[in-house]
């Protein structure tokens, strides 16, 4: 059985820093990414990472947000700073099997002006 354990949500004052963690167990994963929604709004991809490393980061964040993995803890990390209140949103991780595709119960995220 798949599960995901995100952690490393919260508040912080704009231009903070926070770590984001996404634990998955249960199979083998391939991509990972992670995306958010805001009230009202869609949830947008904000990065994705491969298992091989390769990453891509959306424009709204390039140069603040940076996602990594490490792939003998199969946890997928978003490292956020410059935090801005635009930011704000739930997170979920997304990840991959070879057959299926699993999302995390989301972590709250709220930047404060």
């Known amino acids: 059985q798949v599960q995901l354990v995100e952690s490393g949500g919260g508040l912080v004052q704009a231009g903070g820093s926070l770590r984001l963690s996404c634990a998955a167990s249960?199979?083998?994963?391939?991509?990972m990414a992670w995306c958010r929604q805001a009230p009202g709004t869609q949830r947008a991809v904000v990065a994705t990472?491969?298992?091989?490393?390769?990453?891509a980061v959306a424009d709204s964040v390039k140069d603040r947000f940076t996602i990594s993995r490490d792939n003998a803890k199969n946890t997928v990390y978003l490292q956020m700073s410059s935090l801005r209140p635009e930011d704000t949103a739930v997170y979920y991780c997304?990840?991959?099997?070879?057959?299926?595709?699993?999302w995390g119960q989301g972590t709250q995220v709220t930047v404060s002006s």
């Open positions: 997304n990840v991959r099997s070879s057959q299926n595709n699993y």
């Open positions: 249960g199979d083998i994963f391939y991509a």
């Open positions: 990472i491969t298992r091989g490393g390769s990453t």
